[in-house]
């Protein structure tokens, strides 16, 4: 494994919004972490990715416990986390939001455009990403488009882990499928993959390992041999608690 938590927590003040979570991420698998809204999703990438640190258990990297102090130290460690929002600049070119905040230097510190271009360009066809000029603004992109740019960027930037916030939550089908296309590249890439989401249809297709969250606890870490997607959607709808629903909705 690359990266473990081992009975992970955190609270802040009397809440707790984590207990005793444990999980894996190997080296070219997917591990899915699903959950309803206040889960507990949020939290545990918060301090996978260095914005908090865990109060209880441990994180470990390479088998040895670590407490990252900022995201910065999360990345110099080979973790990078693409949240919903991608932190790319609309009006920027493709080329520009690829390399942002890293950017290829020449001498006496220069900005190499021309490096940035080709580069930009050669990884996201690596990546099997057709974007057709990687001068338009991003802001033209489709989400899906966007998504797999900032999958590509981290992959560039040397990520081991990969953690994606909800990258499908705001898509259609469609481009829904790119970005599960994009996140098997990823994962045949050799990255350690964390893929958030709550949407177990989208899970089960690219998902080697899946970590259940309800309400800031575990409900099991399962290997995708010893789950069927029926039972990964009734767990993550609450299982009694829905046929109770479809009972009451029944028309008499």
Known sequence: MILQTRAIGKAFGSVLALREVSMGVAAGQVTCVLGDNGAGKSTLIKILSGVH???AGELLLDGVPVSFASPRAALDHGIATVYQDLAMIPLMSVWRNFFLGSEPRKSFGRFDVATARRVAREE???????IRDVDQPVGTLSGGERQSVAIARAVHLGARVLILDEPTSALGVKQAGVVLRYIARARDRGLGVVFITHNPH??????DRFLLLNRGTSLGEYAKA???RERLTSLMAGGAELEQLEHELRRE
């Open 53 to 55: 640190r865990h109060d």
């Open 124 to 130: 996201l066809h690596a990546m099997g990403i057709d």
């Open 202 to 207: 989208h899970a089960y297709p690219v998902g």
């Open 226 to 228: 010893d789950i069927t």
